[in-house]
Each structure stands twice: as C-alpha cells, then as structure tokens.
C-alpha cells in the first residue's frame, strides 16, 4: 500500500483544494500518471501518482481543501486489477431530464440532447471522460481512443476537440415543442436572431437580470400559465369624486402634507364590491375555494426597474383619508427601499393605476394566488350623452382582469356594476 | 543563468497558441527545450477555466458564436475570462524546478512582472490581497490562470492595453463582479506589442533568466512550412 499526499506546492502554501479524481477507486493506475488535480491560488496541478497499482480507496472527495500532507488516497501495489468494481459501465447513466409539466403553455425546454448512448462498446469511460464528453456534447463512438484496449481518455478527447475546434459544438436545436391546444401562438422554439457582425465594436449589451426582475418575470409567467385571465372594462363617471377631490385637495396638503388623489376613492369602491362579492376576494386552492375575511388590497407601485406592491391591511376599515395615508406612505417607503417584508406579502385583492401614465385601459396580470385585480386608466372630462343631452363628464376606464377557473363574466360585471355605482354617486365623506 | 527563450507570436487563434503551449511544455517537461516566454494576442474569445462556474457566463456560446467569439473550456486555473484584440497575453512555460518550487512564488513573480511593466508608463498597479491579478484601484487591469503539471508551467496572463472592454459584458471575469480596466482607458497610448517588448526585461529580472531570441535553428525549421 501507498499513501498517496496532498503535495506542497510552496512555501507559503498550506493547503490544497482537490479539484478532481482522473482515476476513480478500481483503476488500474501507472506510476507518474496523472491522478488528481488540485486548486491552489488561481494554479491549477496535476497530480502524478507516486506508484503503479491499483486505485483501492479515495479518502478525500472532489472539492474538499486539505492540509498539505494528508493522506488522500490509497494505492495498492499488488495488482488486484480483477477487483475491479463491476458497477462500472451501468451505473452512470446520465439522469434522465425532468419530464415538462404537460400543463404548461410555454414552449416546453427541449431537453439536452443526450450525448449519444455510452455503448458498452466504448469500453468503461472514466468519470472525467463522461463528464467531458457531456460538457462538450461529443459522441464518443466518434472519438478514437488510444488509451489501454482502445479506452478513450482524456486526452483523446482534447485532440478531438482541438480538431474540431473552428466550430464550437453548438447544441442541436431542439425539436420544436408540440403546440398546446387554444394558447395563443407560442414563439417559435428558437427565435432567430439576426447573426451580429463579427468583432469590431460589440453591436449588443448584454447585462444580467436583477434579482428583483428575474422575480417579476417568473411571478408573471406563473400567474398566466396558472389563471386563465379575462378582462371586462367598465367606464366610470368620475364626476362626483373629481368635485370632491377638487374640494379637498388643498386642505389634504395643508394637514396632511400630502395630495388627494383618485386612488383611495376607487381603493374603497373596491372594498364595499369586494364585501358584497366575497369570491373576488378569495383564492383557488386545489379544489378548495379560500375565502378572504379580511380585506387586504396590494398598490402596485412602480419602481425604477421594476415593480412591487405593497398591501393596505383592512382596506374596509378606513375611510379616504385612511386610506391616501396608507398609500403615500406604503408607496414612499417602497420607493425608498424600506418595506417589510409583511408588508408586501397578504393581499387578498389588487389595484394597478396605470392612468397615471396616461393609459386609457389595461389588461392586468392577477397577483397570484389573489383571483383578480382592477386596472385604473386616465380620468378625462369627456363629452358623454345623458338623458340625450351631451355633457362634459370625467371619465375612467375600469378594467378588472378575473381568474375565469373561479369567476364567470356575469360576476365580475356584478361587481363592477356595484364598483362603478359606489363612484358614481359618491356620497360618504372623505376625512 | 537560466536562459529563456522568447517567442512573439502575433495574433493568433486560441487552439493553435494552446497546441504550442502543450507541445512546449510537453517538451519542457523531459527537457528537450527551454524556458519559453510566448507573448501574442488571441482574436476574440472566451475561455473557462477548470474550475468555472458556468453562472459567470452570461451569454451563452451561441450568442456568444454570434457576436464573433470563440468560447473554449481549458485546463487551466482561475474562472472564466476574455481575450481579444489589444490585449498582451503571456503563456510562461517554465520549469519551476529550476527556478522555485512554489506556486505561490510563481504567481507572485508575474504580477510584479505586470506591476513593474505598468510602472514604466506611469500607471501605479498592485495587488488586492486574497485576489489574484494586477489591480488599478479597484479596477482589474491584468488576469492571471495557471496551469501546472510536473512543475511545468503553462497558461499565464493576459494585460489589457487596448481592449475593448465592452466584451467583458459577456462574463463575470474569474467570477469577480469587479469592473475592468485597460491601459489605453488610463490613458496610454501604447500597442500590445510595444507593451511586451517592455515586459520582457521586467520578466528576466523578476524570474532570475536571461531572454534569448528564439533559437535560430527552430526558427529556420519553421519558416520552411
């Protein structure tokens, strides 16, 4: 037997990260082959073995940091080469990938394709082998080998690629994903892009996700691949919210120090239609429906590269100013950063006002596992013809996108007729 | 005194400045040649070291295929990084026997190499400590990867004096969320060239060698093909 040792690699060098096995236990080994590599300070080793034998025990696995000098491996010189394991060949086949969820409308990710069945034909393969071979997506019974009794090793496969060089082995496109029945067309699998020119001044930017993103982008594909959305637009006379608004608005900001805006207006419209139609403000769990006794409505607030939405907790339980309060303050500490956790999280319902950017109506995405959310568009005087006179009116698009597994259209515009009647003949007090 | 030799390679493909490397060092190892010290600059590519994290690429190779970058897995340590035009690489491919069997010496003795060539133009370079490469600030202006196998060296640096540090977008230099930096971006107007004729000396100093042209012979043998 032959202890094998993490090496010193120099004087100041304590210790050694080993990076990978060439050999696995059952190898057949040569003396001054390479038997492992090691990771010190950007340098990568090779290890050669100190002795022919065979590979009998591994005490030291693939990433660990050792001190110089311990044992890593054993060796033994006796021969013994018919011990090798018999687990070999069969055990490594790569893990088959994950099935696609058959629900899913988006094109399902083509799995990699497999690099060629390891035929037992190839003779054992090496673990390293294995693992270049799949990285590099070689077929092996393409590679020659010329290792003992014609095994491929490592270096064959470097000579391979280096042959093969000029053309980076670039995956087959995967096959083109069945078309999900009644989805609106899916993109194509691969979409083609335009080949950039070479070199030169870089044509393309390329900048990673924040981390805030990649939760938006995965937050909005789940919810429509999980709520089939419908949307109804109601238009709203505004009139009587403008006046009282107009009324107000000084004295809000004289105070309070902040404006009166439409929101807490059309926020507690939805808390009375919300209370009167207690499955819009509920959630789908399996075949269970949850109903929401609290009335908890998310603000979406929009931020420089994405959004968040923090919740007015008993939206039902405040009057107007109650609820521009909660607002302002919810959207300035979202702006600012400095929301809790528990303050984004417990929205039963959700309202989106992008009227403030000018847009006319929308077509929201549900903030899952809530069923529905309103979308506020512009408010605008309007000509509108009442009792066949024109008059000019303040008019918003409402529109409420609804998770049709739960809701039907008859109650959504149910609650919507109850919404746009709660604004329309606004006659509560805001302070 | 050892001698080492230098060869200027010019521009050249990734693939054929590494099937040199091995081919030296290969040679280097059963003493067949001497010391090299290959300067050259790579056309644009990206290289992933032994131990990269494939999370520190940020375009895929088709993309990166694309935009008319070679992308190529190595042997050699460190993660990921880029080469292209405008960028001085050097592949050291010596004996540390010879020399000093300590890798940390080694890499020690390259960046000062880096730090005393940059001296020279008036650009104050070091180290950042745990961190390998030579840093302006915070800036990494100089990568090193290395290579080992029986003590013979192979792999090195790669100095950015003209790159064009757009392309750095594609990765997370050896998975370093630090920004990069180039010698022209600090105002020197020098060639890659220009810089590895500065470096030479600073190389022979620092690894106690003297640079030898290449040996006639070897060079005659290869201009005949």
């Not at chain 1, 290890?47 to 050792?66: D, H, K, Q, R, W």
């Not at chain 1, 082995?169 to 029945?181: G, S």
């Not at chain 1, 899916?186 to 993103?213: N, V």
């Not at chain 2, 290579?147 to 100095?159: C, E, I, N, P, Q």
Request: glycine share 8%; with cysteine.
């Amino acid at each position: 037997m032959t202890d094998v040792v993490m090496p010193q690699m120099g004087e100041s060098i304590v210790e050694g990260t080993l990076t990978k096995w060439l050999k696995k236990p059952g190898d057949r080994v040569e003396r001054d082959e390479p038997l492992f590599e090691i990771s010190t300070d950007k340098v990568d080793t090779e290890i050669p073995s100190p002795a022919a034998g065979t590979l009998s025990a591994v005490l030291v696995e693939e990433g660990a940091t050792v001190a110089i000098n311990t044992v890593v491996a054993r060796i033994d010189e006796a021969g013994g080469a018919a011990a090798a394991p018999a687990t070999a060949a069969a055990a490594v086949q790569p893990p088959a990938p994950p099935p696609a969820p058959p629900a899913t409308p988006a094109p399902a990710a083509a799995p990699e394709p497999a690099p060629a069945a390891e035929s037992e034909s190839l003779g054992p393969l090496s673990p390293l082998v294995r693992k270049m071979a799949r990285e590099h997506n070689i077929d092996l019974a393409r590679v020659k080998g010329t290792g003992a009794g014609g095994r491929i090793t490592k270096s064959d496969l470097e000579a391979y690629l280096a042959s093969a060089a000029p053309a980076p082995a670039a995956p087959a496109p995967p096959p083109a994903a069945p078309a999900p029945v009644a989805a609106p067309a899916p993109p194509p699998a691969a979409p083609a892009m335009p080949p950039l020119p070479p070199a030169g001044q870089a044509k393309t930017r390329i900048e990673p996700l924040s981390t805030m993103r990649i939760k938006i982008a995965e937050h909005m594909v789940l919810s429509k691949r999980t709520s089939p959305h419908v949307t109804t637009v109601h238009r709203v006379d505004m009139t009587k919210v403008a006046r009282m608004r107009e009324r107000y608005k000084a004295q809000f900001q004289a105070n309070y120090g902040f404006s009166l805006t439409y929101l807490p207006f059309i926020t507690r419209a939805s808390a009375v239609a919300l209370r009167h139609f207690p499955l819009v403000n509920s959630s789908l769990d399996g075949n269970n429906i949850i109903y929401h006794n609290e009335i908890n409505i998310g603000i979406a607030v929009a931020l420089e590269n994405g959004l968040i939405v923090p919740v007015v907790r008993g939206a039902d339980e405040r009057n107007v100013l109650g609820l521009q309060r909660s607002i302002v303050d919810l959207a300035g500490r979202a702006r600012s950063r400095q929301l809790k956790p528990e303050e984004v999280t417990g929205g039963t319902f959700s309202i989106t006002n992008f009227g403030s950017y000018g847009s006319l109506m929308g077509t929201p995405v549900i903030n899952q596992p809530q069923v529905a959310i309103l979308g506020v568009g512009t408010v605008d005087k309007t000509p509108v013809v009442i009792d066949d006179a024109i008059a000019i009116r303040s008019i918003c698009h409402i529109s409420l996108s609804f998770d049709h597994r739960l809701i039907d259209g008859a109650l959504a515009d149910q609650f919507m007729t109850k919404l746009k009647q709660v604004l329309e003949n606004w006659s509560e007090e805001v302070l | 005194m050892r001698n080492c030799v230098l060869r200027e390679l010019g521009r050249i493909r990734y693939g054929e400045a590494l099937a040199i490397q091995q081919q030296l060092a290969a040679g280097r190892k059963q003493g067949l040649v001497p010391d090299h010290l290959l300067l050259l600059e790579h056309p644009h590519v990206v290289t992933m070291g032994r131990n990269g994290h494939a999370e520190n690429l940020l375009a895929g190779p088709e993309i990166m295929a694309r935009a008319g970058i070679e992308y190529f897995p190595t042997d050699r340590g460190g993660d990921v990084t880029y080469h292209g035009p405008g960028q001085l690489v050097g592949y050291p491919i010596l004996d540390l026997r010879e020399w000093k069997r300590d890798v940390g010496a080694y890499v020690r003795a390259i960046e000062q190499t880096l730090i005393d060539t940059l001296a020279d133009y008036r650009i104050a370079a070091g180290r950042i400590p745990k961190l390998t490469g030579v840093w302006v600030g915070e800036r990494k202006i100089a990568a090193i990867g290395v290579h080992l196998s029986r003590w013979v060296t192979s792999h090195g640096f790669a100095l950015n004096v003209t790159t064009d540090l757009s392309y750095f977008q594609y990765i997370v230099p050896c998975g370093l969320s630090k920004p990069v930096t180039s010698m022209a971006a600090l105002g020197v107007r020098a060639t890659w060239e220009e810089v590895g004729r500065r470096l030479a000396p600073h190389f022979a100093r620092n690894f106690e060698c003297e640079m030898t042209a290449q040996v006639p012979e070897l060079a005659a043998l290869e201009s005949e093909n």
